[in-house]
């Protein structure tokens, strides 16, 4: 079935190291790829977005690039901060008939040293 | 801004209680979703709605209902509360789908079920 896989965490790393979180998914046709971003106790906000093969999502620093080939949305930041601590979800969107839904990974836990 | 509002962020019920999740969106949004975030599962979708007194069933709506009489509201209902529901439930809204269209999120409802 359709299903996005996302690296687990928690992932831990010092500030201004380079980031990636790896995604794949598994979907028909061709799904429009997200990444939400989610602070403690807050809820999910749009990071970045891509609607069609070989599109580069950026914001804040991070980037990641639709790979149709490889099935693949990996989120990358060359120099991370404090400040982006928090949980990264990797999503499609799934089209039923003419509405959609996002399907989510896991989530992945960020957490940056000072 | 788009802004989705949860009408309460925190709620401790007992088991078999009646509970009701309000969420209300600012947008004149067509479709309103409600998933639910646990620790290990990531976002799982409970029902969604892409009109007035429309829903659909998303992965997990056993135990839940929902209702829609106004464009603008979307509420979650659990008949008979149960400790297996205790978790954070997260509004969203978006437009019509087209291909790309983001998902807004609340910030999220804890509900701890005694």
């Known amino acids: 079935g359709n299903s996005v896989t996302q690296m687990e965490g928690p992932v831990t790393l010092s500030e201004e190291a380079f980031l990636t979180i790896n995604c794949t998914y598994t979907?028909?046709?061709?799904?429009?790829l997200f990444w939400y971003v989610q602070y403690p106790g807050e809820g999910l906000q749009l990071l970045l977005k891509?609607?069609?093969?070989?599109d580069k999502g950026s914001n804040k620093g991070f980037e990641a690039t639709y790979r149709k080939e490889t099935t693949s949305f990996h989120l990358e930041k060359g120099s991370v901060q404090v400040s982006d601590s928090a949980v990264y979800f990797c999503?499609?969107?799934?089209?039923?008939?003419?509405?959609?839904?996002?399907?989510f990974g896991k989530g992945t836990k960020l957490s940056v040293k000072p | 801004d788009v802004k989705v509002t949860q009408s309460s962020r925190y709620l401790v019920k007992r088991t078999g209680e009646k509970v009701f999740l309000e969420c209300v969106q600012d947008?004149?949004?067509?479709?309103m979703f409600w998933y639910r975030q646990d620790p290990g599962l990531g976002l799982r979708l409970i029902y969604f709605?892409?009109?007035?007194?429309?829903?659909e069933k998303g992965d997990i709506p056993e135990g839940y209902s929902v209702s829609r009489e106004k464009k603008e509201r979307f509420s979650l209902i659990l008949e008979s509360a149960s400790t297996n529901q205790t978790s954070m439930y997260l509004c969203?809204?978006?437009?019509?789908?087209?291909?790309?269209?983001?998902?807004?999120f609340g910030e999220g409802s804890w509900l701890t079920v005694v």
């Open positions: 969203a809204s978006s437009p019509s789908a087209i291909s790309g269209n983001t998902i807004y």
């Open positions: 979907a028909t046709g061709y799904p429009s």
């Open positions: 891509a609607t069609k093969a070989d």
């Open positions: 999503a499609y969107m799934n089209y039923g008939g003419s509405q959609g839904n996002l399907i």
């Open positions: 947008m004149d949004h067509e479709n």
């Open positions: 709605s892409y009109d007035v007194k429309m829903k």
